[in-house]
């Protein structure tokens, strides 16, 4: 990524918005990404993390106010602690109030899929899903396994969500063909 999406996703985190990191394929580097995000978050500001830092959600609500409450993954298999989907994911969106923000992975193709699988897959209604303000895509290069490269394919504000649809604002996007980093001039 550029300084200037790093920027934008530093401020972010410092405004204490709610964002999703996506990826189509296994070590994309989402995980990587959300935390060097919420590593940029204003100090006083307290991380939660769903399953590892307990299974209460009234619990892990109450200490996350005035920071983030992480989801590891919205996933149909429960592969790894944190990994919810379905009525855990809905429980969570309805149960967030206002003062906690969100910050999860997928594996999503994009914001289109990712809020399929969150509106569609889970029921989370839009209204709720609306607490989602930025998607990030990534894009892995090379076997999915051996990596050989990890980029940012892209960064989209969203301005809420119609019937289980982001209006996703394009703010910057990788052109493979040439290798840049470009700013819309949407964003």
Sequence with gaps: MTSEIAQTLREVA???????????????????????????????????????D??????????????????????PSAAMPGYIWGADVRRVF??????????ATLHAEGPDDAFAQICEGC?????????????????????WEEPTRRVVASVHQI????????????????DEDRDVFVRSASG
């Design 94 to 103: 309805k149960a967030v109030p206002q003062e906690v923000s969100l910050a």
């Design 123 to 143: 029921g989370v209604p839009d209204s709720q899903a609306s607490k989602i303000v930025f998607a990030v895509s990534l894009r892995s290069i090379g076997r």
């Design 14 to 52: 410092r405004g204490k918005r709610s964002f999703i990191v996506v990826a189509a394929p296994r070590l994309a580097g989402k995980s990587t990404v959300l935390r060097a995000i919420l590593a940029e978050r204003p100090t006083s500001a307290p991380v939660l993390t769903l399953a590892e």
């Design 54 to 75: 307990g299974e209460l959600l009234d619990q892990l609500i109450k200490k996350s106010a005035g920071g983030y409450l992480v989801i590891p993954e919205i996933a």
């Design 159 to 174: 301005d809420g969500v119609e019937r289980g649809r982001p209006r996703a604002r394009l703010l910057y996007r990788w």
